[in-house]
Nanobody, 130 residues
Framework: EVQLQASGGGLVQPGGSLRLSCVVSAPIFDEYTIGWFRQAPGKEREGISGMSIGRGTVYYADSVQGRFTISSDHAKNTVYLQMNSLRPEDTAAYYC???????????????????????WGQGTLVTVSS
């Protein structure tokens, strides 16, 4: 069973940056696909970025493409989400989630859209406001 610990949220002005971290407590880090999801008040949960760690495939939703970057650190069993050029509409609770399978680019996109993760971490709140 994998445990996920998300952190790094906070209050930031429009145009600012934040880096979210998701620590993955699992015996073999490379076996997992990690996704970042967010949910704003009154809205459905949205899959915004994902990475199949062992395979190296990545996914970005159109809403964050070019502004957010997902990366991993094998030494720290951590997946990061660097968020730049933040906008008020990025305000949400951000969650990381995992599935113990490696996915092709097409399947990763489907998994992110389905939100069918097997394990979820707690959320970290991001507020973008002046």
């Amino acid at each position: 069973e994998v445990q996920l610990q998300a952190s790094g949220g906070g209050l930031v002005q429009p145009g600012g940056s934040l880096r979210l971290s998701c620590v993955v407590s699992a015996p073999i880090f490379d076996e997992y696909t990690i996704g970042w999801f967010r949910q704003a008040p009154g809205k459905e949960r949205e899959g915004i970025s994902g990475m199949s760690i062992g395979r190296g495939t990545v996914y970005y939703a159109d809403s964050v493409q070019g502004r957010f970057t997902i990366s991993s650190d094998h030494a720290k069993n951590t997946v990061y989400l660097q968020m730049n050029s933040l906008r008020p509409e990025d305000t949400a609770a951000y969650y990381c989630a995992a599935t113990r399978v490696q996915l092709s680019a097409w399947l990763l996109k489907q998994w992110m859209s389905s939100r069918a993760a097997s394990d979820w971490g707690q959320g970290t709140l991001v507020t973008v406001s002046s």
